[in-house]
């Protein structure tokens, strides 16, 4: 979906569980550069080409790739997208996530109790071979290098200007991502639409709620006019007015 000039909200389909769902990567781009905002679940490059082309964009014009956090239906096909392309794709994170997105720590929710939580809730259906390949990647998760980190306030003087607001609590360097040209923030996992409803984070998947919710004033800050989230999707209603009531506090936003 064309969200602005040069602002495009992907929908990428994403089977979880036995059950389908969709995910909301970002594509942002101008005539110097093309940045892909996350990475989906493993094995998804191609239908990160496919969406990427019916947007009537050039898939192979990618060159930088930012990952808001570590979890692994966002940067499940970073390394096949990264080798996909004959030029260097450049790989941004906050510095706290950048040793579990290159692999050198465990992803802090892939514990191997949690592994062994998420094979057991498999439906019984489901073929043991892919349940062997589900355990894999998920005791392997995919990783690559990241070549930039990036911090609270950074601007990436791209595409009419992209400020990085580091918004700690779903991960430790979770990040969003405000597109100052198009008043469009990109939430990751901050925040999620449900039922058309903008909603706070998922206290199921997020390791530190207090800190998640705090996070949330940093983004009172901006004009926004715009969330893309994650999970959900597009959110457009009286925006700067819902984000300051749900960063009053958590009981004001899932029970209200």
């Given at each position: 979906m064309?969200i602005?000039n040069?602002?495009?909200?992907l929908e990428i389909?994403?089977?979880?569980?036995g059950?389908l769902?969709?995910?909301?990567?970002?594509f942002?781009?101008?005539?110097n550069?093309?940045i892909l905002v996350d990475?989906g679940?493993?094995?998804?490059?191609?239908?990160f080409?496919?969406?990427?082309?019916?947007?009537?964009?050039d898939?192979?014009?990618?060159s930088k790739?930012?990952?808001?956090?570590?979890?692994?239906?966002?940067i499940g096909?970073?390394p096949?997208?990264?080798?996909?392309l004959?030029h260097?794709?450049?790989v941004?994170?906050?510095?706290l996530?950048q040793?579990?997105?290159?692999?050198e720590q465990r992803?802090?929710?892939?514990s191997?109790e949690a592994?062994?939580?998420?094979?057991e809730s498999?439906?019984?259906?489901?073929?043991?071979?892919w349940?062997?390949?589900?355990?894999a990647?998920?005791?392997?998760?995919?990783?690559?290098?990241?070549?930039?980190?990036?911090?609270?306030?950074?601007?990436?003087p791209?595409?009419g200007g992209i400020?990085?607001?580091?918004?700690?609590?779903?991960t430790p360097?979770?990040?969003?991502l405000?597109h100052k040209?198009?008043?469009?923030l990109i939430?990751g996992d901050a925040?999620?639409v449900?039922?058309g409803r903008?909603?706070g984070?998922d206290?199921?998947?997020?390791l530190?709620m207090?800190l998640?919710?705090k996070?949330l004033k940093?983004l009172?800050r901006?004009d926004?006019?715009?969330?893309?989230?994650?999970h959900?999707g597009?959110?457009?209603?009286?925006t700067?007015?819902?984000?300051?009531?749900?960063?009053?506090?958590?009981?004001?936003?899932?029970h209200?």
């Amino acid at each position: 979906m064309r969200i602005a000039n040069g602002v495009e909200m992907l929908e990428i389909q994403a089977n979880i569980m036995g059950k389908l769902d969709y995910i909301h990567p970002v594509f942002i781009w101008d005539e110097n550069e093309a940045i892909l905002v996350d990475t989906g679940f493993p094995g998804q490059l191609a239908k990160f080409r496919e969406a990427v082309g019916k947007a009537g964009i050039d898939f192979d014009q990618l060159s930088k790739i930012v990952i808001t956090h570590q979890d692994l239906d966002h940067i499940g096909s970073l390394p096949d997208l990264v080798s996909e392309l004959p030029h260097q794709v450049e790989v941004l994170s906050h510095p706290l996530e950048q040793p579990y997105i290159q692999g050198e720590q465990r992803l802090l929710k892939l514990s191997p109790e949690a592994v062994t939580q998420a094979i057991e809730s498999l439906p019984e259906d489901v073929p043991e071979e892919w349940r062997k390949a589900f355990q894999a990647v998920l005791e392997n998760p995919p990783h690559a290098k990241v070549d930039q980190t990036v911090t609270d306030g950074d601007e990436l003087p791209y595409c009419g200007g992209i400020i990085i607001i580091h918004t700690p609590g779903h991960t430790p360097g979770h990040i969003n991502l405000y597109h100052k040209q198009s008043k469009t923030l990109i939430a990751g996992d901050a925040l999620a639409v449900e039922e058309g409803r903008l909603v706070g984070p998922d206290p199921r998947y997020t390791l530190d709620m207090n800190l998640a919710v705090k996070s949330l004033k940093k983004l009172t800050r901006y004009d926004i006019e715009t969330v893309i989230c994650y999970h959900g999707g597009l959110y457009q209603k009286n925006t700067n007015r819902r984000i300051e009531e749900l960063s009053e506090g958590y009981k004001m936003y899932r029970h209200d």
